[in-house]
Protein backbone atom coordinates (compact mmCIF):
# COMPACT_ATOMS: atom_id res chain seq x y z
CA UNK A 1 0.00 0.00 0.00
CA UNK A 2 1.62 3.21 -0.72
CA UNK A 3 -0.38 5.55 1.41
CA UNK A 4 0.86 8.71 -0.15
CA UNK A 5 -1.20 7.62 -2.94
CA UNK A 6 -3.92 6.75 -1.27
CA UNK A 7 -4.48 10.27 0.47
CA UNK A 8 -3.59 11.92 -3.31
CA UNK A 9 -6.80 9.87 -4.54
CA UNK A 10 -8.69 10.50 -1.65
CA UNK A 11 -7.91 13.99 -1.59
CA UNK A 12 -9.35 14.22 -5.60
CA UNK A 13 -11.77 11.52 -4.70
CA UNK A 14 -13.11 14.11 -2.31
CA UNK A 15 -14.10 16.96 -5.05
CA UNK A 16 -16.46 14.59 -6.45
CA UNK A 17 -18.15 14.07 -3.53
CA UNK A 18 -20.61 17.69 -4.09
CA UNK A 19 -21.38 15.84 -7.49
CA UNK A 20 -22.44 12.58 -5.66
CA UNK A 21 -24.74 15.09 -2.81
CA UNK A 22 -26.62 16.84 -5.93
CA UNK A 23 -27.18 13.58 -7.60
CA UNK A 24 -28.17 11.85 -4.66
CA UNK A 25 -30.94 14.54 -3.59
CA UNK A 26 -32.21 15.51 -6.70
CA UNK A 27 -32.86 12.38 -6.91
CA UNK A 28 -34.44 11.40 -3.51
CA UNK A 29 -36.98 14.84 -4.04
CA UNK A 30 -37.98 14.10 -7.20
CA UNK A 31 -38.67 10.30 -6.50
CA UNK A 32 -40.21 11.29 -3.08
CA UNK A 33 -42.84 13.77 -4.57
CA UNK A 34 -43.36 11.36 -7.72
CA UNK A 35 -44.12 8.42 -5.37
CA UNK A 36 -46.89 10.47 -3.71
CA UNK A 37 -48.69 10.95 -6.75
CA UNK A 38 -48.66 7.13 -6.93
CA UNK A 39 -49.63 6.34 -3.55
CA UNK A 40 -52.59 8.38 -4.45
CA UNK A 41 -53.06 7.04 -7.47
CA UNK A 42 -52.92 3.45 -5.94
CA UNK A 43 -54.99 4.70 -2.62
CA UNK A 44 -57.29 6.55 -5.25
CA UNK A 45 -60.40 3.81 -5.52
CA UNK A 46 -60.13 4.15 -9.29
CA UNK A 47 -59.55 1.25 -10.86
CA UNK A 48 -58.04 3.19 -13.97
CA UNK A 49 -55.28 5.17 -12.13
CA UNK A 50 -54.84 2.57 -9.56
CA UNK A 51 -53.98 0.11 -12.54
CA UNK A 52 -51.62 2.81 -13.91
CA UNK A 53 -49.88 2.98 -10.22
CA UNK A 54 -49.36 -0.60 -10.22
CA UNK A 55 -47.48 -0.89 -13.97
CA UNK A 56 -45.58 1.81 -13.24
CA UNK A 57 -44.62 -0.19 -9.87
CA UNK A 58 -44.09 -3.26 -11.95
CA UNK A 59 -42.24 -2.01 -14.51
CA UNK A 60 -39.75 0.25 -12.14
CA UNK A 61 -39.28 -2.82 -9.34
CA UNK A 62 -39.24 -5.64 -11.79
CA UNK A 63 -36.58 -4.18 -14.38
CA UNK A 64 -32.54 -3.24 -13.66
CA UNK A 65 -32.33 0.09 -12.82
CA UNK A 66 -29.31 -0.01 -14.74
CA UNK A 67 -30.93 -1.08 -18.09
CA UNK A 68 -33.76 2.24 -17.16
CA UNK A 69 -30.78 4.65 -17.04
CA UNK A 70 -29.54 3.14 -20.53
CA UNK A 71 -32.67 3.68 -22.00
CA UNK A 72 -32.83 7.33 -21.05
CA UNK A 73 -29.73 8.32 -21.54
CA UNK A 74 -29.65 6.64 -24.99
CA UNK A 75 -33.15 5.93 -25.94
CA UNK A 76 -35.09 9.50 -25.61
CA UNK A 77 -33.50 11.04 -28.10
CA UNK A 78 -34.25 8.25 -30.73
CA UNK A 79 -37.97 10.06 -30.46
CA UNK A 80 -38.21 13.09 -32.26
CA UNK A 81 -41.09 14.63 -30.83
CA UNK A 82 -38.24 14.92 -27.66
CA UNK A 83 -35.34 15.67 -29.56
CA UNK A 84 -37.16 18.88 -31.34
CA UNK A 85 -39.00 19.78 -28.48
CA UNK A 86 -38.13 22.43 -25.45
CA UNK A 87 -37.12 19.40 -23.08
CA UNK A 88 -33.77 17.99 -25.80
CA UNK A 89 -32.02 20.68 -23.72
CA UNK A 90 -32.45 19.04 -20.85
CA UNK A 91 -32.46 15.77 -21.09
CA UNK A 92 -29.16 15.57 -23.46
CA UNK A 93 -27.59 16.48 -19.85
CA UNK A 94 -25.82 13.29 -18.60
CA UNK A 95 -26.81 14.64 -14.75
CA UNK A 96 -30.55 15.40 -15.74
CA UNK A 97 -30.68 11.69 -17.26
CA UNK A 98 -29.07 10.24 -14.10
CA UNK A 99 -31.44 12.25 -11.98
CA UNK A 100 -34.23 11.03 -13.96
CA UNK A 101 -33.51 7.78 -14.04
CA UNK A 102 -32.78 7.70 -10.55
CA UNK A 103 -36.22 9.44 -9.50
CA UNK A 104 -38.48 7.20 -12.10
CA UNK A 105 -37.13 3.97 -9.94
CA UNK A 106 -36.73 5.21 -6.17
CA UNK A 107 -40.51 6.31 -6.94
CA UNK A 108 -41.51 2.96 -7.37
CA UNK A 109 -39.77 1.44 -4.27
CA UNK A 110 -40.53 4.17 -2.12
CA UNK A 111 -44.32 4.19 -3.24
CA UNK A 112 -44.70 0.96 -1.79
CA UNK A 113 -42.99 1.64 1.17
CA UNK A 114 -45.33 4.81 1.76
CA UNK A 115 -48.32 2.55 0.72
CA UNK A 116 -47.34 0.12 3.76
CA UNK A 117 -47.02 3.05 6.23
CA UNK A 118 -50.52 4.03 5.62
CA UNK A 119 -51.92 0.50 5.88
CA UNK A 120 -50.60 0.25 9.05
CA UNK A 121 -52.57 3.87 10.28
CA UNK A 122 -55.33 2.26 12.78
CA UNK A 123 -58.88 2.71 11.04
CA UNK A 124 -59.48 3.64 14.99
CA UNK A 125 -56.80 6.41 15.06
CA UNK A 126 -58.84 7.98 11.41
CA UNK A 127 -62.34 7.17 12.74
CA UNK A 128 -61.68 9.26 16.34
CA UNK A 129 -60.13 12.49 14.43
CA UNK A 130 -63.36 12.43 12.06
CA UNK A 131 -65.52 12.65 15.32
CA UNK A 132 -63.73 15.85 16.09
CA UNK A 133 -64.18 17.38 12.63
CA UNK A 134 -61.34 16.92 10.94
CA UNK A 135 -61.86 15.40 7.23
CA UNK A 136 -60.03 16.00 3.96
CA UNK A 137 -56.52 17.78 3.40
CA UNK A 138 -56.52 18.48 7.62
CA UNK A 139 -56.73 15.05 8.85
CA UNK A 140 -53.94 13.45 6.36
CA UNK A 141 -51.77 16.22 7.42
CA UNK A 142 -52.31 16.32 11.43
CA UNK A 143 -52.92 12.34 11.56
CA UNK A 144 -52.50 10.44 8.71
CA UNK A 145 -49.12 11.69 6.69
CA UNK A 146 -47.62 11.58 10.07
CA UNK A 147 -48.22 8.27 11.57
CA UNK A 148 -48.10 6.60 7.93
CA UNK A 149 -44.52 8.35 7.78
CA UNK A 150 -43.35 7.24 11.03
CA UNK A 151 -44.45 3.54 10.50
CA UNK A 152 -42.50 3.50 6.85
CA UNK A 153 -39.47 5.31 7.86
CA UNK A 154 -37.24 2.09 8.51
CA UNK A 155 -37.67 0.99 5.49
CA UNK A 156 -37.72 4.12 3.77
CA UNK A 157 -34.55 4.55 5.51
CA UNK A 158 -33.30 1.37 3.63
CA UNK A 159 -34.27 2.68 0.23
CA UNK A 160 -32.18 5.98 0.50
CA UNK A 161 -29.25 4.30 1.54
CA UNK A 162 -29.69 2.12 -1.59
CA UNK A 163 -30.20 5.18 -3.55
CA UNK A 164 -26.62 6.43 -2.54
CA UNK A 165 -25.12 3.31 -3.50
CA UNK A 166 -27.28 3.38 -6.28
CA UNK A 167 -25.42 7.30 -7.62
CA UNK A 168 -21.76 5.10 -8.92
CA UNK A 169 -24.39 3.90 -11.79
CA UNK A 170 -24.44 7.42 -13.28
CA UNK A 171 -20.68 7.15 -13.66
CA UNK A 172 -21.46 4.66 -16.98
CA UNK A 173 -23.17 7.66 -18.47
CA UNK A 174 -20.38 10.29 -17.72
CA UNK A 175 -21.83 11.75 -14.65
CA UNK A 176 -17.99 11.92 -12.65
CA UNK A 177 -19.44 11.71 -9.70
CA UNK A 178 -17.32 9.58 -6.61
CA UNK A 179 -17.00 6.41 -8.39
CA UNK A 180 -16.66 7.81 -12.00
CA UNK A 181 -13.67 10.13 -11.09
CA UNK A 182 -12.20 6.76 -9.18
CA UNK A 183 -12.84 4.66 -12.46
CA UNK A 184 -11.06 7.44 -14.70
CA UNK A 185 -8.31 7.06 -11.59
CA UNK A 186 -7.71 3.47 -12.13
CA UNK A 187 -7.42 4.34 -16.36
CA UNK A 188 -4.88 6.49 -15.95
CA UNK A 189 -2.89 4.77 -12.68
CA UNK A 190 -3.87 0.52 -12.86
CA UNK A 191 -4.28 0.83 -9.19
CA UNK A 192 -7.92 -0.86 -8.48
CA UNK A 193 -7.08 -1.64 -5.06
CA UNK A 194 -6.23 1.56 -3.78
CA UNK A 195 -8.59 3.49 -5.84
CA UNK A 196 -11.61 1.68 -5.07
CA UNK A 197 -10.50 1.53 -1.00
CA UNK A 198 -11.38 4.98 -0.76
CA UNK A 199 -13.89 5.44 -2.81
CA UNK A 200 -15.72 2.78 -0.83
CA UNK A 201 -14.58 4.58 2.87
CA UNK A 202 -16.64 7.73 1.22
CA UNK A 203 -19.44 5.63 0.45
CA UNK A 204 -19.37 4.15 4.11
CA UNK A 205 -19.29 7.40 5.75
CA UNK A 206 -21.88 9.44 3.40
CA UNK A 207 -24.39 6.28 4.30
CA UNK A 208 -23.15 6.21 7.81
CA UNK A 209 -23.88 10.44 8.26
CA UNK A 210 -27.27 9.22 6.78
CA UNK A 211 -28.37 6.26 8.81
CA UNK A 212 -27.40 8.66 11.67
CA UNK A 213 -29.96 11.25 10.37
CA UNK A 214 -32.71 8.67 9.91
CA UNK A 215 -31.94 7.40 13.27
CA UNK A 216 -32.44 10.90 14.95
CA UNK A 217 -35.62 11.68 12.74
CA UNK A 218 -37.28 8.15 14.23
CA UNK A 219 -35.99 9.22 17.67
CA UNK A 220 -37.81 12.55 17.47
CA UNK A 221 -40.92 11.02 15.63
CA UNK A 222 -40.96 8.29 19.18
CA UNK A 223 -41.71 10.56 21.75
CA UNK A 224 -44.82 9.15 22.87
CA UNK A 225 -43.63 5.65 22.51
CA UNK A 226 -40.43 6.71 25.21
CA UNK A 227 -43.16 8.70 27.10
CA UNK A 228 -45.54 5.43 27.83
CA UNK A 229 -43.55 3.41 29.97
CA UNK A 230 -42.50 6.53 32.37
CA UNK A 231 -46.12 7.00 32.51
CA UNK A 232 -46.99 3.29 33.43
CA UNK A 233 -44.27 3.42 36.20
CA UNK A 234 -45.47 6.60 37.85
Same mark, same amino acid.
Given at each position: ????????? #? !?? $? !?? *???????????????? @? !??? /???? &? +???? @???????????????????????? #??????? $?????? =????? !? &??????????????????? *???TAEIFRGGIRAVSP?? =???????? #??????????????????? /??????????? +?? %???? *?????? &?????? *????? %?????? +??????????? $?????? =???? #?????????????????????
Amino acid at each position: MDFTFIAST #M !LT $L !LK *AVPTTLILFSLSIVTG @G !LLA /LVIV &W +MRTS @GNPVLTSIAKGYIFIFRGSPLLIQ #MFLVFYG $LGQFGF =IRYSF !L &WPFLREPMVCAVLSLALCT *AGYTAEIFRGGIRAVSPKE =IEAARSIG #MSGFLLVRRILAPIAFRHA /LPAYSTEIVLM +MK %STAL *ASLVTV &WEVTGV *AQRLI %SQTYRT +MEVFLCAAIIY $LVLNFI =ILQG #MALLEYSLSRHRRAAPQALKA
